[in-house]
């Protein structure tokens, strides 16, 4: 069994409880005799503005929380590569935010897509504070009928932890009730809280974050699908 290799996208710190809960979630994606993937952690910093040949070699793009970042375009880049070359891409929290900003500025023409946490004075940042913190708070997610988060899940709803205090501005989120970018997951408040982007083979963003899992031990099917993805993408790359 091919056992696909990921990159992490963002800046490591031990201190951020989401980074230590990334391996063991991955870990927990091991099952019989279907190996964990493999994964290295790439540092935004590292990242220049075209990054298609150092992402080149891994089968999936996590990335993770801890904005801001030390290059915010660095990890804009990674997004594009893999929503333009098709590549699985998960993006928790920070990379919910960062996906959007990406979508916003080169399909949404966007000009100059602001994150308020980087220019708390902007007038209409695509990215602005949420109405409530949600730092170290749990909450529960209601799927969108018909979205692979459901399908993924089984069910309607789950409940999830974040770390956060910002989230998409209800401005803009009209903008996903048509075109590939949609709504795949809402609060109980109906405030989006998860994306997807039909026609790719897989592209999941959450503000929550689903690693936590990881830290008591039990497996995620968001993550699961998402290395599941990453297989087949390695899989097709070696025939």
Request: aromatic content about 8%.
């Amino acid at each position: 069994m091919l056992k696909p290799h990921l990159a992490l996208v963002g800046d490591y710190n031990p201190d951020i409880v989401a980074h230590r809960a990334i391996p063991l979630a991955l870990t927990l994606t091991q099952v019989g005799a279907v190996p964990a993937p493999g994964w290295t952690w790439v540092d935004t910093a590292t990242l220049g503005d075209d990054p298609r040949a150092q992402l080149q070699p891994f089968d999936g793009i996590w990335c993770v929380p801890g904005s801001p970042y030390a290059n915010t375009a660095g990890a804009i880049a990674a997004i594009r590569v893999a929503r333009e070359q098709g590549r699985p891409f998960l993006g928790t929290c920070g990379g919910f935010q960062h996906a959007l900003l990406e979508y916003a500025s080169a399909v949404w023409g966007v000009p100059s897509p602001v994150h308020a946490e980087l220019d708390p004075g902007a007038a209409d940042p695509v990215i602005s504070p949420l109405s409530c913190s949600l730092v170290e708070k749990t909450g529960t997610i209601r799927f969108e009928p018909g979205s692979r988060l459901s399908a993924v899940h089984g069910g309607a709803e789950t409940v999830e932890g974040y770390h956060c205090r910002y989230g998409l501005n209800p401005k803009y989120a009209d903008r996903l009730t048509s075109g590939p970018l949609r709504v795949a997951a809402r609060d109980v408040e109906g405030d989006v809280r998860a994306i997807e982007l039909d026609g790719h083979p897989f592209f999941v963003a959450t503000l929550y974050q689903p690693e936590r899992s990881g830290l008591a031990g039990t497996g995620h099917p968001l993550i699961a699908a998402f290395v599941g993805a990453a297989r087949r993408h390695a899989a097709d790359r070696r025939r």
